[in-house]
């Protein structure tokens, strides 16, 4: 069996090298390629893709996971080699139900779909976006066909980014959640507002850039296997777990863009170099789902970016690199300023209080298409009228509406609720980091970050994706995840800035 | 036949994609990849390469060409689908000739040799390299053997870089040419020096940067299809026709480095730029051959960076840039710096006079390794017994010898011959080149180069391979590469600066 094991890895390493190249193909693509680069880089990476995927679904490696199944169920479990069979042949019996005819068409149609929305959003023309939208519904209501019979047509899709999460476990969570965000920011409004207007004042490029670099050198990301570039829309990236790179945009008028910006993705980053390297060329080196992945990024910008003892290390420095703009304001202001809420009308602007508010809008309304209870040509309307009751503002344009996002224009549908999932991860784990490290508060203070990020690691990082999200998150927290403490942390933030 | 024609292209655009993507791991590993993504990069690059390679090799292609062969014959001879035919017939035919075992082999020892001779050039500890570069050139035999028979065992060897071009024709020229490079050498020794201080003295990065950029912006590098950035060993690297970078270094404290590198790599770029676009993603879509290729940037670098017209125009602009170094430097000056001509030990930091002899030096030692008449460990002594003939210096190290170049260890013998086979192009071309501009000269002396690359694009670049090298020369000037218009070049040029 150790040879037929063998024989699986390798063709998986052959796959993970495809898809480390491909991943490549797009990092440059997002920051160095010179235009005419374009068609060429598109040729690439269809290639690649389509030869990583041949190859996965093809008889051999079908072959060779039946016969390694039962050898699999026979291991301990929690080992690499079990998981790894698991994993693979659940990914194995997703990828062979989707006939390669769709998949080609799919990506054909989507890349008009994109082109379509591009033009739309700069025109604030809904209706150009339209059949393209109704095309890529139709097709996602196909591809759930595919893994008939379901409970709920949104499932396949969601079980894409969250393996194993159920539309059913997510609205449960967000019915929980909604009326007391809601609820929260109601209070906050009748409160006088935070001054951020020092934000707003003008940040020199490279010194913002500087101190966003020290920042996560302390936080442990590790240069040796890493490095950080500009990108127009940031991302994190990994071509092999020693090779794990970030990008940032900077806005020289607005402190906050590149700050929380690369802390966000160091907090990918940092999760992806703690992978277990025993698991990088296989399918295991990877995150555990979006929501695990989120819930590390959001954990780095927040629980710690956005929090006074983080500040109360780092102020300091920020004000002797900014004296101009900070030397007057104290750290108390800062951090009012830095956690300002807002009902607005963007969520990559959205402030934490507000922010999964616009996911769910997003989620109940990607459900509502896929169940054919609402026509796309009616989103725009479902759109605004949600906005108004979630967070109280309605957009003048769908530009700034319902045409936002890049998600659906890429054929993406199941994608959002991992945002919002994430945020609750990473304050369960934060729960339990503090009851684990005692002392962790003290320790921010200082600018020490060594005992969370071993904690991280033994805890999360290391297993890669060996577990479903929902495994992961019980073995270390002993529950599902869950909105409680998500909420109270918001609660207990938000109250005592504006002494609700 | 058209619709077999277009499978084979098909297949053949895969394989381009293939070397597409590998070209872009092997720039990001020389320009930007972190230390930790090196074991990552190697396994990408063995994957991408054998896939390439298998896909090239396959029983599918070669019936594909055997059934196209007759119909290829039957077209126009210069069409592209003609040539197509020809070219990849002849490449898949070399190819198949090759056992996988054997390939695999030599790329696994040649990793090793590169590491054996990267710690025995630290040492300068030649025998530590010895066994490598004897395994090296026995291996080579081996491969020979496979194309036998051959009129001599460096054919097959030289015909990978330069096809067509034999032993016998490179030997002839090289012993015509050998006397006269040793004669010219002798009489600038017995000439008063000139003075290149100030090309040492300290030249600000960004500024040497932003002079090269604006040169060959002059020259017609296209930047919406490229770009430039820094590489401790500069080259150029396309990933299909749309997107040609260069890199190249800068030395602060030496004004050539950075200055002739990016001309140098520029007359690459701009070829691979020139080629027609109806080329791209077939085996057409690149250079002629190396010697083709080096005829480009050496033309770019030498006749046109280092003549007196090509500074005429930029010597103000580059004294603007640098009052303090250059400010009492006048034009003549600078033009006799430039091109100072001294015997030196490093064939890459070699003048324009003294170049050929460190390539002949190196070709006929190879020959004579391949041949079997002398053996490795006699290599440093025949090394350093040449440098004395043909140059007058002796390196007191092997490191600064016989180990000099990165070549022999990587596996790569015959490749030497074809930097000097591109001086002589270089230099045919260019005397074609003033008969049919006459007012070239005036020209480039006002920093306008359009008649000549429009007469490049339409004489050289535009054709990719579609010929081999002696073919596409003689098709320009009516003969076959020869050294008499290089020679004469020389001595013009060297008996002005040194008054011979």
New interface residues.
């Given amino acids: 069996m150790q040879e037929k094991l063998d024989q699986l890895k390798g063709i998986l390493?052959?796959v993970s090298?495809?898809h480390?190249?491909?991943a490549?193909?797009g990092w440059?693509q997002q920051c160095?390629?010179?235009?005419?680069?374009?068609?060429?880089?598109g040729?690439?990476i269809?290639?690649?893709s389509s030869?990583a995927h041949s190859k996965f679904v093809s008889e051999e490696v079908g072959s060779l996971l039946e016969e390694l199944k039962p050898y699999g169920e026979s291991l301990d479990p929690e080992s690499d080699d079990a998981c790894l069979i698991e994993i693979t042949h659940r990914d194995y019996q997703k990828a062979v139900k989707v006939p390669s005819e769709y998949v080609a068409e799919y990506s054909r149609i989507t890349v008009v779909a994109h082109g379509a929305w591009e033009e739309a959003r700069a025109k604030d023309d809904f209706p150009h976006f339209q059949p393209h939208l109704e095309k890529i519904v139709e097709m996602r209501r196909q591809y759930a066909e595919f893994f008939a019979p379901f409970d709920h047509v949104y499932d396949p899709l969601l079980d894409d980014f969250e393996p194993g999460m159920t539309t059913a476990e997510v609205q449960q969570i967000f019915t929980e959640m909604r009326p007391k965000q809601v609820e929260l920011i109601k209070a906050i409004a009748e409160k006088p507002q935070v001054d951020d207007s020092f934000l707003h004042l003008h940040y020199e490029d490279q010194k913002q850039w500087d101190f966003g670099e020290e920042a996560i050198t302390k936080f442990g990301y590790?240069?040796?296997?890493?490095?950080q570039?500009k990108a127009a829309h940031p991302f994190t990236t990994n071509?092999?777990?020693?090779?794990v790179?970030i990008t940032t945009r900077v806005d020289e008028n607005f402190l906050n863009t590149a700050l929380f910006g690369t802390l966000h993705e160091a907090g990918h980053a940092i999760y992806e170099q703690g992978i277990d390297g025993a698991l990088?060329?296989t399918p295991l080196g990877g995150g555990a789902s979006l929501a695990i992945h989120e819930s590390q990024s959001r954990m780095y910008e927040n629980l710690l970016g956005r929090s006074y003892d983080f500040w109360v290390h780092f102020y300091p420095q920020l004000q002797d690199r900014f004296k101009i703009q900070l030397g007057n304001v104290d750290l108390d202001t800062f951090y009012k300023g830095i956690n300002k809420v807002e009902p607005s009308l963007v969520r990559v602007e959205a402030d934490e209080a507000t922010y999964n508010l616009h996911i769910m809008l997003r989620m109940e309304l990607e459900i509502a298409l896929m169940e054919g209870v609402l026509e796309v040509k009616d989103l725009p309307a479902a759109w605004n009228d949600r906005m108004q009751d979630y967070l109280g503002v309605v957009p003048s344009s769908d530009a700034d509406g319902v045409l936002q996002d890049v998600h659906w224009s890429a054929g993406i549908l199941g994608y959002f609720p991992t945002y919002a999932l994430g945020n609750l991860v990473s304050n369960q784990l934060w729960d339990k980091i503090n009851q684990d490290i005692p002392q962790l508060s003290a320790q921010i203070q200082k600018g020490d970050f060594a005992e969370l990020l071993a904690w991280l690691r033994e805890n999360v990082h290391r297993h890669g994706s060996k577990f479903k999200p929902q495994v992961l998150v019980n073995r270390i927290v002993g529950s599902k995840i869950a909105p409680e403490p998500y909420i109270k942390y918001l609660n207990d933030k938000f109250g005592a800035i504006y002494e609700l």
């Avoid at 160095?32 to 880089?41: D, K």
């Avoid at 590790?222 to 490095?227: A, E, I, P, S, T």
């Fill in positions: 390493a052959v090298d495809l480390g190249a491909t490549l193909l440059d160095y390629m010179p235009p005419g680069g374009v068609t060429a880089r040729n690439q269809g290639t690649l030869l590790d240069w040796n296997r890493g490095r570039d071509f092999g777990l020693g090779d790179r990088d060329r």
